[in-house]
């Protein structure tokens, strides 16, 4: 065998349909789009229409809003707190903070505060500042020796601090 006589089964690769390209391909015309109207034209659809029918996002009711006053927290678990101490990225003497934990990789960025989660084992003495935390997480830390102080949320831009 050689390299030029190599070639894929038959019919292994089939060629695209070319519409629109004469009546006796098959696929002229019309093209496959039925007759005239909205939807043979192009780029053309109607969302959400149920024939007449009431839609569904018409029947089902309005529920809930978006508060626009409120605060997204970013979570730190206790376990990613001490991979961070252990990979030597967080150090234990230093004040943990939402700076500290951005730098060290930990968060992405810190949102409108860090909230601190009860997750996992802490076991390294940390000095942390937080804008929240939970009971659980609190009690690990004391338990490790550390401490946790909350700190009041980021007052927005436009208000009088």
């Known amino acids: 065998m050689k390299l030029s006589e190599i070639a894929d089964n038959v ?15 098959g696929k ?3 093209g496959g789009r039925g007759g005239k109207g909205q939807t043979a034209r192009s780029g053309v659809r109607i969302k959400g229409f149920e024939g007449g029918q009431m839609p569904l996002h018409r029947r089902l009711p309005k529920r809930g809003f978006n508060n626009i006053f409120a605060l997204e927290f970013a979570e730190v678990n206790l376990d990613r707190l001490q991979e961070a101490v252990d990979s030597k990225a967080i150090d234990a003497g230093k004040v943990v903070d939402a ?5 060290a990789g930990v968060l992405r960025r810190a949102k409108d505060g860090v909230r601190l989660l009860g997750r996992g084992e802490l076991t390294a003495k940390l000095n942390i500042e937080v804008h929240g935390a939970t ?8 338990k490790a ?17």
């Open 11 to 25: 019919g292994s690769r089939k060629k695209r349909m070319r519409i629109g390209r004469g009546i006796g391909s």
């Open 28 to 30: 002229g015309k019309t």
């Open 99 to 103: 700076a500290a934990l951005v730098e």
């Open 135 to 142: 009971k659980s997480a609190i009690a690990a830390v004391e």
């Open 145 to 161: 020796g550390g401490s946790v102080k909350i700190l009041a949320p980021k007052a927005e831009e436009g208000e009088a601090a």
